[in-house]
């Protein structure tokens, strides 16, 4: 009754901001991700009578927010499976937590795959999909090998990520500008974003219209068209955060720094492409004959704290590694 699972966080080239469906995360528009190996959690859960539900994340125990999003997951699982013991779970992340890189849809995923795992109830991987998706609307995706793409659906059943294509060798070079926990949650700063931003309905329309696009460019593996897609994305999404409310910004000076530099980049002629999430870390993609082209750039800004050098990740998947 103890399973422990592996899951790569992800990193959407188009965005999900938003929900259709509040309560069950059914979103406003489907997003495209691909998987990043270097990022990872390990989840380890087990079924026990003589527990309480417990969830730590890097040796604390959880509580608020959450918790309640923890909660909220066990709830459905329940009503689903029929399964009602209680279970205690230990989760790491070998990254910064809530910085904004998806430790939210790594540790969901995890989540999701293990209760199925250690509970021994069948489930496909649209089914984990599903069930991830009730914690962190992104880990929907978790489940996926390479590239996912989360279909929004019309109901719990019908909104679940597949697979575009497997992992091939395109780098992903997340850089670190801030450790700092991100002010507000992106759940939270979406729904902001839908009662105050102005243009939040076109900008999951236009996230909607270049689904095929993006989809055709990476069965045929177009990396430039691919690259412009994600950057034109995550202008997009951050034109919709800096109109929500009287204005928010998940950018630091490093943010704009790195921007700036890759933007140079692309004026003489090098292919890569810049995109970010609710936080202040600048992905970078490239492939790898440029990859030393980039380094070096961003070598020169001497307020990146870290480079990850990532490639592209596996889907959530089974491990031997138990936390306790
Ligand atoms: C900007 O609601 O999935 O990363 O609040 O951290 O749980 P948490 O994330 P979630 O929002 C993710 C928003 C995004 C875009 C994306 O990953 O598609």
Avoid at 70 to 75: A, P, Q, T
Avoid at 103 to 109: D, I, K, L, N, R
Avoid at 173 to 184: A, D, G, R, Y
């Amino acid at each position: 009754m103890k399973a422990s699972v592996v899951a790569c966080a992800n990193l959407a080239l188009i965005k999900y901001w938003g929900n259709m469906f509040e309560e069950l995360n059914i979103p406003l528009n489907d997003s495209i991700s691909v998987s990043l190996e270097s990022l990872q959690s390990t989840t380890t859960l087990e079924f026990a009578d003589d527990h309480r539900d417990t969830l730590e994340l890097n040796g604390e125990e959880v509580r608020g927010e959450g918790m309640e999003r923890f909660l909220f997951v066990l709830r459905h699982f329940r009503a689903l499976s029929g399964v009602t013991t209680p279970v205690h779970v230990a989760s790491e992340n070998n990254f910064p937590t809530a910085a904004g890189i998806a430790s939210s849809a790594s540790g969901f995923g995890a989540l999701a795959h293990a209760l199925y795992a250690a509970s021994g109830v069948e489930a496909d991987l649209a089914k984990i999909s599903a069930l991830a998706r009730l914690g962190s609307g992104s880990a929907a995706r978790t489940p996926i090998a390479g590239y996912a793409h989360w279909h929004r659906g019309a109901d719990h059943e019908s909104s679940y990520a597949t697979q575009v294509r497997p992992a091939n060798d395109m780098r992903i070079l997340v850089t670190i500008t801030s450790t700092e926990e991100k002010p507000i949650s992106s759940s939270r700063a979406m729904k902001r974003s839908k009662a105050s931003s102005p243009f939040f309905v076109q900008r999951g329309n236009t996230a909607n219209d270049r689904v095929p696009f993006l989809l055709k460019a990476l069965k045929e593996w177009e990396f430039p068209t691919i690259g412009e897609i994600t950057q034109r994305e995550a202008n997009n999404l951050h034109a919709v955060i800096n109109t929500t409310d009287m204005g928010l910004y998940y950018w630091n000076r490093t943010t704009i720094e790195i921007v700036h530099r890759i933007k140079q980049l692309q004026d003489e002629g090098v292919k890569c492409y810049y995109t970010m999430d609710a936080g202040p870390q600048v992905k970078v993609l490239v492939m790898p004959s440029d990859v030393g082209a980039v380094k070096s750039v961003l070598a020169e800004i001497t307020e990146i704290e870290e480079i990850i050098d990532s490639g592209v990740g596996f889907g959530s998947q089974l491990s031997d590694h138990h936390l306790f």
